[in-house]
């Protein structure tokens, strides 16, 4: 053993590291992104979570609970409510995954409430997403201790305490929640398994659109069909729709063999095959030509390999895969709103969990298409006919 | 090889034609006309600018003034035309060696738009042209230099071009290989009536090869003529070369009044004498460092050379420039 070998060997890859500009950013630039990404990712309080309120009642129980609702509304901001007439169409909604929840106050409840009769109002929860539902379950059996608490009212001098609240006696019957699950339990990995799909779609992206596009260019292969008749558009299209088809293939690949793992039940079914397809199609075709947007002008080989792992917390983590983006700050909810991860991993959470069918993923489809074609626009403008 | 005196009509025309990298001229300037059928060769060092010059002609890169026509297509409002009319290989090797020889050929002519009846014929004759049908469908990475260099010449005819461009066809293969190019390009020449624009920087290839030959350095062109008349223009039909010490400091002067001498030069230490009688002449230089007690290392004489060629247009020579650093193309820096 040699030192100054080693310190040759030192000396040569001190020099290479802080003449890779890329390399350093990314070095220290992933942890911190992963330190503020992941740091915020999971266990957040869940906010503005979109809920259903039937009230087939109108009675003054009925009157609370809206007022608590609301408040709950206003102040910490959990959910927000829309209110439906007719319980159908909010199930119609809850099952297409528009709304997480549905508080249905049934006819009779304040005649119940008279005749303490079990009053019941029901929380109808789509259990595929537990972590949002739970937050809002918390909010409601606040809200019902408030209802099923004694009133408070202004005491004038002179009079005395109602009886119940001097007792502590309960006024009317207490009113119960009654939790409703639409689906069988969902186990974490079925959770998961959108986000897997959605990951192998992205890595083939990465791979294909990022690492070997670049390192063809490094090594010369482009120049040999630039300087045939090949148009920009021509090229730009054709690169995508490879990568996209291999994306699709990956994220076939991992969706049966996922499907098979986790479970998911008739994972053969013809029509959820055929909204399956277009969902990972569409995925596929964003992610490929985001990926071809961010490489068009780069040219060193180390830059798709040192922005891999950044991109991968940037871009996984706040789609809602891991934790509902229920529970985001605002930053991190603005990242969810551009990322086509959020899209596909709703898109296939609805098909591969709650079979939804087309009415729960359109307008997934719509916004991953409209990313496609944005990506694909601007890589063919950005795109260097020249060397 | 075609003679450049037949050849009337134009492929390639050259109208100061320049290229600036910042503050770099990579070419200053550069005009000439190519004759159709001809190969015409365009040589110079590392970083004289052939390679920036071949891009700009074959629509790679923009110039940055002056125009050219290629084929008769303007390179710059008609570029798609000349893309049509023009095959290239690049000094790169830039065939796909994840394919096989004849998916890389499928390929270009596919992006050709080849009629697909007559692609595997054309591939097949192709491929067999260039001594490759025996591994037409093994993947090019196992393929040598040579061989690819040699798919990629194949390649560029997929679609019949009337004007071929190769920048440094040779540049990193062993001697057999570089000879096999060559006799290829002969063939070509012979069978395909291409017109043939090379760039190299090796004399004996550009002698070879060649109808005529333009001398690039620094980004100009400081002459363009056949070989044959290239040499000719150099005073002296031949040259002596000599190395000496102990030499006085008129001893330069001294030779020049020696007979039949038309020019000295000494380039780094080595005195380059060119005379129209190289054995008469090592006769008299001999006898005046025997009087002048001068110590003579090393006396040779051959007939003018290109480097001559080189060494009298731009006063260096080209084999200290080849492979020199200082002398790099340094364009991609400017991207």
Redesign the interface.
Known sequence: MRFYRIYAIIERDMKKFFRSPALMVASMVLPLVQLVVLGYAFGGQIKNVHIALVDDDHGAEARQIRADLDAVAAGPKTFYVSEYSHLPDAMLDLRAGFVKAIVYIPPDLSQRVLRADRPRVAFIEDNTDNFAVSGVFERIQEIQTDLNGPEIAAIQPGETMPKGLATGERLPAAVSIQPVEVYPYIEYIKYLLAGSVSLSIFVVAMIGGGIVFIDDKARGLHEGYLATPIGKSDLILGLISAGALKGLMAGLTITFIGGLLAGIERIWDPVRLFYLIIVLSCTALAMISMMFLLMVRVNDPLVPRAIFGVLNTLLFFPSGAIYPTEGFPKWLRAISVVDPFTYAVHALKNLLLKNTGLPGIYSDIGILLLFSLLFTTLCVALFQRQL | MASAENTTNTAIEVDKLTKRFGDFVAVDGVSFDVHDGEVFGLLGPNGAGKTTLI?ML?????PSGGTAKVGGHDIIKDA?AV??T?G?I?Q?????PELTARENMLF?AK??GVDSHERDALINRLLALVDLEKFADVLVRNFSGGMRRRL?IA?GLVHSPKILFLDEPTTGLDPVSRTNVWEMIHRLQDEHHLTILLTTHYMDEADRLCDRIAIVDHGKLAALDTPTRLKDSVPGTEVVEAEFSNAPADWLEQLKRLPAVIEVKDQNGVVHISSHDGPGLVGALMDVARQQKVTVHRVTVQGTTLDDVFLHYTGRQLRDEVGSGAKLDISHLY?
């Not at chain 2, 074959?58 to 923009?62: A, D, E, Q, S, Y």
């Not at chain 2, 790169?92 to 796909?96: E, N």
């Open positions: 891009r074959t629509t790679l890169t923009l798609t893309r049509n023009i290239v690049p790169a090797l830039t065939s796909d270009h992006i050709y990629e390649r991207k």
